[in-house]
């Protein structure tokens, strides 16, 4: 692994293992709506992220508008579309997640997490031209193994993941084309453009204001923990590693919420599911082998022929 790399590699592992436990301060508020949950996620995000901006970023602020201003009619243009465009696609994968969560069912919540990675590395791989190894092609192959295993039971469940999993890989892709712009401010940026296009969903269907106060400690851990922290380290990584190899470290994300959901909430697993989360994560160990000898053993990567679109 080149200089520097391993703490992009560690930012997305940390990223993608913290979203496995979502669930847990999630399911303790499920009796509230899940567009409720969705609103004081965004807006309390938004307050302390920009709350953080004002007192500690200013400069970095300044630096991004220099750059923007820069830019050409057209650049301007697109650098406002794209912010756009995945303000939307991060909205509404917290939505359809929350919703997955507390409506459907965890293991088809955790199985989006599965389909994110395969949408993320082919998307990468068409739309940003990254090179893929004959190796890391086989991990793929793995990995689409365990998801046809997977796919054998509810039709819905399956339709509802790749959903899911579509609005995240997309967003993911969003950020790796605007490489130049600070990731927390983006992150500001995108929890603001969210805010907005929430908030008249919000005035249309509020109800009352939450009372309780474990409502407000549970949503303010999920600000900071489980939405602020993990998505700016998601963030930050894309800076130092391609898109497809962040999509299948992403694998880890349904393997904590699976053993989540197993050994915390005692939820059942078949013989079946059990065989596709061991293929999971030897697709997640295949992928990245190189990195992880090097990080590990010492050893220099191999070269491996890579294939290009």
Same mark, same amino acid.
């Given at each position: 692994m080149k200089a520097g790399q391993l703490k992009y590699f560690l930012a997305a592992i940390i990223s993608v293992v913290t979203w496995g436990f979502f669930s847990i301060p999630l399911r303790k508020i499920q009796h509230y709506p899940s567009d409720e949950i969705?609103?004081?996620r965004i807006f309390t995000s938004l307050i302390f992220t920009?709350?953080?901006?004002?007192?500690?970023?200013?400069k970095q602020v300044k630096s991004d508008l220099g750059y923007f201003y820069s830019l050409d009619k057209s650049g301007r243009k697109r650098i406002i579309i794209l912010c756009?465009?995945?303000?939307v696609l991060i909205s509404g994968n917290w939505f359809t997640y929350i919703y997955a969560v507390n409506n459907v069912n965890l293991k088809s919540a955790a199985f989006a997490y599965m389909v994110c990675p395969l949408i993320t590395a082919f998307a990468g791989f068409l739309i940003l031209k990254e090179r893929l190894s004959m190796l890391?092609?086989?991990?793929?192959?793995?990995?689409?193994?365990?998801?046809?295993?997977?796919?054998?039971? %509810?039709?819905?469940?399956?339709?509802? %993941?790749?959903?899911?999993?579509?609005?995240?890989?997309?967003?993911?892709?969003?950020?790796k084309v605007m490489s130049r712009m600070d990731k927390f401010n983006m992150l500001g940026l995108q929890l603001f453009i969210a805010t907005v296009l929430m908030f008249p969903f919000f005035i249309y269907s509020f109800r009352s204001f939450p009372l309780d106060t474990y409502f407000w400690v549970d949503i303010v851990i999920i600000a900071i923990f489980f939405t602020i922290i993990p998505l700016y380290l998601s963030l930050y990584a894309?800076?130092?590693?391609?898109? %497809?190899?962040?999509?299948?470290?992403?694998?880890l994300n349904p393997i904590v919420a699976f053993a989540v959901a197993f050994f915390y909430f005692h939820e059942g697993i078949s013989l079946h599911q059990l065989y596709a989360y %061991?293929?999971?994560?030897?697709?997640?160990i295949v992928f990245n082998w190189n990195t992880i000898k090097e990080i590990f053993f010492?050893?220099?990567a191999p070269e491996f022929p890579e294939i290009t679109p």
């Amino acid at each position: 692994m080149k200089a520097g790399q391993l703490k992009y590699f560690l930012a997305a592992i940390i990223s993608v293992v913290t979203w496995g436990f979502f669930s847990i301060p999630l399911r303790k508020i499920q009796h509230y709506p899940s567009d409720e949950i969705l609103y004081y996620r965004i807006f309390t995000s938004l307050i302390f992220t920009w709350s953080y901006i004002a007192l500690f970023r200013v400069k970095q602020v300044k630096s991004d508008l220099g750059y923007f201003y820069s830019l050409d009619k057209s650049g301007r243009k697109r650098i406002i579309i794209l912010c756009l465009l995945s303000g939307v696609l991060i909205s509404g994968n917290w939505f359809t997640y929350i919703y997955a969560v507390n409506n459907v069912n965890l293991k088809s919540a955790a199985f989006a997490y599965m389909v994110c990675p395969l949408i993320t590395a082919f998307a990468g791989f068409l739309i940003l031209k990254e090179r893929l190894s004959m190796l890391k092609l086989i991990a793929l192959g793995i990995a689409s193994v365990s998801i046809l295993i997977l796919a054998q039971g %509810s039709l819905r469940d399956v339709l509802w %993941s790749v959903f899911v999993a579509a609005l995240y890989s997309f967003f993911l892709i969003v950020q790796k084309v605007m490489s130049r712009m600070d990731k927390f401010n983006m992150l500001g940026l995108q929890l603001f453009i969210a805010t907005v296009l929430m908030f008249p969903f919000f005035i249309y269907s509020f109800r009352s204001f939450p009372l309780d106060t474990y409502f407000w400690v549970d949503i303010v851990i999920i600000a900071i923990f489980f939405t602020i922290i993990p998505l700016y380290l998601s963030l930050y990584a894309l800076i130092g590693m391609p898109s %497809s190899t962040l999509g299948i470290i992403i694998y880890l994300n349904p393997i904590v919420a699976f053993a989540v959901a197993f050994f915390y909430f005692h939820e059942g697993i078949s013989l079946h599911q059990l065989y596709a989360y %061991s293929l999971l994560l030897a697709a997640v160990i295949v992928f990245n082998w190189n990195t992880i000898k090097e990080i590990f053993f010492k050893i220099p990567a191999p070269e491996f022929p890579e294939i290009t679109p």
